[in-house]
């Protein structure tokens, strides 16, 4: 028998072992982009977030940069939406506008990730285009659309590109419609393992991206079914893949683990909007220490296998400095 506490003792000796810990390095920042100028405008579903306009996110990207942020996943807000969701392949949409800005003054010092999808875009809601008589989300005629609004953020510079919509062949759809345009450098972290999650509520208030019929549980993963998951990550790679993502985080740790011993490609843990939520709704009322919990969520992420985490606590870990 040894005195285990003798690993305890001081701050040193615990800090020197402290191996799972997220670090700056691995974090991702989540971005909202709005139409027109001069608009910062706190989201009031995911409090201490803001959705901006090219112009001043432009301005604030100063200070992301000098907190020690590097890269980014950006979404849009549309108030212009349309069956097809036309504003998703915009080449002036404030998305694409962004990126060409952002990359004009920034260069290779960020890393911009596109959220690929249609329902910020489209009248229905829908990551895909539906039937108009059924109601059913249409696959292949779905991937089409994604893939064109993949090739518009990747003309305007984006790094990357992330599709989120979970319809069958879209990362192998966007990576053939990104070579054949000489995109072959962009590259694609899949939204692989996505759950129709009640997590994501806070996201959809944010920009009004929630299904206006039914719901996303023919396209997203049942989270009661586990068995999919190897599938899904083996598709998304044979695709063409450069990354995977599993998505919410907290509630399927284990399967980040799962996807951990099944591939070698980067793994990308998203902590989603409800989760942030439920941290910043509580530690608003006292009830529980930020700091602690922002901590222990984030390492359990990277403790289970994630190498990237995309979380919007990241802005407020390096502002308080909460990963010294
Ligand atoms: C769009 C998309 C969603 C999220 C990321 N991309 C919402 C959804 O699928 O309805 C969720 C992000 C979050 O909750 O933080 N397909
Ligand atoms: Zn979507």
């Not at 907190?67 to 349309?82: I, M, P, Q, T, Y």
């Not at 996201?203 to 019929?213: C, K, L, M, Y």
Request: hydrophobic share 40%; net charge negative; glycine share 8%.
């Amino acid at each position: 028998m040894t005195r285990l506490r003798n690993l305890r003792r001081s701050k040193i000796i615990r800090d020197s072992l402290g191996h799972h810990h997220v670090e700056r390095r691995q974090l991702i920042y989540p971005l909202f982009i709005t139409s027109g100028h001069g608009v910062k405008k706190e989201i009031s579903t995911l409090p201490s977030q803001y959705i901006y306009s090219p112009d001043v996110l432009l301005k604030e990207m100063e200070k992301l940069v000098d907190l020690g942020l590097n890269k980014f996943l950006l979404f849009g807000e549309a108030h212009e939406k349309d069956f097809l969701g036309t504003g998703a392949y915009d080449s002036d949409g404030s998305v694409a506008t962004t990126i060409r800005g952002l990359k004009e003054v920034f260069g290779d010092s960020i890393f911009l990730i596109s959220d690929v999808c249609l329902c910020p875009y489209t009248s229905h809601g829908h990551c895909g285009i539906p039937d108009k008589t059924t109601g059913e989300i249409k696959n292949d005629e779905s991937i089409s659309l994604i893939a064109k609004s993949a090739l518009t953020f990747a003309e305007a510079g984006s790094d990357w590109v992330a599709p989120s919509d979970m319809m069958d062949f879209r990362v192998g759809a966007i990576r053939k419609t990104l070579d054949a345009n000489g995109l072959t450098k962009t590259g694609i972290l899949s939204y692989s393992v996505k759950f129709a999650s009640a997590y994501y509520g806070p996201f959809r208030g944010a920009i009004d991206s929630s299904p206006r019929f039914g719901d996303r549980s023919t396209y997203q993963m049942d989270p009661r079914d586990m068995r999919q998951v190897s599938r899904e990550i083996s598709q998304d790679i044979a695709e063409g893949a450069d990354a995977v993502m599993v998505k919410p985080a907290l509630a399927y740790l284990d399967v980040i683990k799962t996807v951990r011993n099944l591939t070698d490609l980067p793994v990308a843990a998203y902590n989603v909007s409800g989760e942030y939520t439920m941290v910043k709704e509580s530690a608003s009322k006292g009830l529980v220490e930020e700091r602690g919990i922002v901590l222990e969520n984030l390492g359990s992420m990277v403790r289970a296998g994630a190498d990237w985490v995309i979380t919007y606590h990241a802005r407020e870990l390096l502002e308080r400095n909460w990963l010294e």
